[in-house]
């Protein structure tokens, strides 16, 4: 009897000793909500409008060499730039529609197009024709991207299906089926996922390019996904909605922040390696953020060219030069933006406008 009776108590102090441990527990303060610092940065400016477009500037690609980029636009025709200068070297004309994707390969002399008309081509940068053409959509093809190792294309449109081409031989290698809506935007890798597609049916998917399947199918997004953002040296990618920006981790697809604070239709996004996300709006807003701790330094409108409406403020696509530190925007207005950090800002004369909150939102 007395065993039982010394049992009871040791099991009535054990319950004990673990309520107050899960009462301490509840009261010590947890390290996962205290946020990190955000580094602090200059903020940008606008530095260079350039006009020669008759339509809105839908693609923008910059060559690896840094020396020029192009621009595809609703005039139909992509137009090659001098980065240093920003005057026209060269108008390409095939397309019979607005001009929706470019990529410049960094292992060929080829530039890669994709249109509404349906068509895909391939230009050679030597000869300034088209080389290829790559059939197979079913309608406007909204997206292109070129594989950084393989010599492989991936496009993406309004049939809701990604086509993995073979550069050379035009073959469509795969076609990456799942998504129900529009295909906004494609993005590759080299790791896994190899390919992330963005879509109007509120999906991100992360595709499994050996296979041609789905890896993972994110579904955290209220509304269609415009826009995809790889991060130049993490392992690391964004992807937006109206009034929403994601982080995510690879290759899983782990949501790890939202950046909360860009409350327009977002239709564009643009990384650099020092940590800067620009997310560029329908209305001409723009707001710089911090990748690390999804801190947003600046918020700005994009001004219109003289002569336009107000309806047309509004940011269509953006990519950074290969440093980083100039970004092109192209806009609603008919004009290609050029913008720079401001460097002679400093934290004195623009101090880290930052207040540490409690909770993180992880949906």
Same mark, same amino acid.
């Given at each position: 009897?007395?065993?039982?009776?010394?049992?009871?108590?040791?099991?009535?102090?054990?319950?004990?000793?673990?309520?107050?441990?899960?009462?301490?527990?509840? %009261? !010590?303060?947890?390290?996962?909500?205290?946020?990190?610092?955000? $580094?602090?940065?200059?903020?940008?400016?606008?530095?260079?409008?350039?006009?020669?477009?008759?339509?809105?500037?839908?693609?923008?690609?910059? =060559?690896?060499?840094?020396?020029?980029?192009?621009?595809?636009?609703?005039?139909?025709?992509?137009?090659?730039?001098?980065?240093?200068?920003?005057? %026209?070297?060269?108008?390409?004309?095939?397309?019979?529609?607005?001009?929706?994707?470019?990529?410049?390969?960094?292992?060929?002399?080829?530039?890669? /197009?994709?249109?509404?008309?349906?068509?895909?081509?391939?230009?050679?940068?030597?000869?300034?024709?088209?080389?290829?053409?790559?059939?197979?959509?079913?309608?406007?093809?909204?997206?292109?991207? %070129?594989?950084?190792?393989?010599?492989?294309?991936?496009?993406?449109?309004?049939?809701?299906?990604?086509?993995?081409?073979?550069?050379?031989?035009?073959?469509?290698?795969?076609?990456? /089926?799942?998504?129900?809506?529009?295909?906004?935007?494609?993005?590759?890798?080299?790791?896994?996922?190899?390919?992330?597609?963005?879509?109007?049916?509120?999906?991100?998917?992360?595709? =499994?390019?050996?296979?041609?399947?789905?890896?993972?199918?994110?579904?955290?997004?209220?509304?269609?996904?415009?826009?995809?953002? !790889?991060?130049?040296?993490?392992?690391?990618?964004?992807?937006?909605?109206?009034? /929403?920006?994601?982080?995510?981790?690879?290759?899983?697809? $782990?949501?790890?922040?939202?950046?909360?604070?860009?409350?327009?239709?977002?239709?564009?996004?643009?990384?650099?390696?020092?940590?800067?996300? @620009?997310?560029?709006?329908?209305?001409?807003?723009?707001?710089?953020?911090?990748?690390?701790?999804?801190?947003?330094?600046?918020?700005? =409108?994009?001004?219109?060219?003289?002569?336009?409406?107000?309806?047309?403020?509004?940011? @269509?696509?953006?990519?950074?030069? $290969?440093?980083?530190?100039?970004?092109?925007?192209?806009?609603?207005?008919?004009?290609?933006?050029?913008?720079? $950090?401001?460097?002679?800002?400093?934290?004195?004369?623009?101090?880290?406008?930052?207040?540490?909150?409690?909770?993180?939102?992880?949906?």
């Amino acid at each position: 009897m007395p065993a039982i009776r010394e049992h009871n108590n040791l099991s009535l102090a054990t319950t004990a000793a673990k309520s107050t441990k899960a009462r301490n527990d509840a %009261l !010590i303060r947890r390290d996962v909500t205290r946020q990190p610092k955000p $580094q602090w940065q200059p903020p940008w400016k606008l530095m260079r409008v350039i006009s020669g477009h008759l339509g809105w500037v839908r693609a923008l690609a910059v =060559d690896p060499d840094n020396q020029w980029f192009a621009s595809g636009a609703g005039d139909r025709t992509i137009k090659i730039w001098d980065l240093a200068s920003g005057t %026209l070297k060269l108008t390409l004309t095939g397309h019979i529609s607005t001009v929706r994707g470019l990529a410049v390969s960094p292992r060929h002399p080829y530039l890669f /197009s994709c249109a509404e008309d349906k068509k895909v081509k391939c230009w050679d940068l030597e000869t300034n024709k088209v080389i290829r053409d790559y059939h197979g959509h079913l309608s406007g093809v909204y997206t292109l991207a %070129l594989h950084p190792t393989l010599d492989v294309l991936v496009t993406g449109g309004r049939d809701g299906a990604a086509r993995v081409w073979d550069m050379r031989t035009k073959s469509n290698v795969h076609v990456l /089926s799942g998504h129900t809506g529009t295909i906004a935007d494609v993005k590759c890798q080299e790791g896994d996922p190899q390919v992330i597609t963005g879509s109007l049916d509120h999906t991100v998917r992360l595709w =499994d390019l050996a296979a041609g399947k789905t890896m993972g199918t994110l579904t955290h997004h209220k509304k269609g996904v415009r826009a995809l953002a !790889i991060h130049p040296k993490e392992y690391t990618f964004a992807s937006c909605s109206t009034g /929403s920006i994601k982080q995510w981790k690879c290759p899983e697809g $782990q949501l790890m922040l939202n950046f909360d604070g860009h409350n327009s239709i977002i239709n564009t996004m643009a990384c650099n390696e020092d940590n800067v996300l @620009m997310s560029g709006g329908d209305d001409g807003s723009m707001c710089f953020w911090d990748w690390k701790t999804g801190h947003r330094f600046q918020k700005i =409108d994009s001004i219109a060219q003289p002569g336009s409406l107000d309806a047309e403020m509004g940011l @269509m696509t953006s990519t950074f030069d $290969q440093t980083g530190l100039r970004l092109i925007t192209g806009e609603a207005d008919k004009t290609i933006k050029v913008w720079k $950090q401001d460097e002679n800002a400093t934290e004195e004369t623009h101090p880290l406008d930052w207040t540490p909150t409690l909770g993180r939102r992880n949906y």
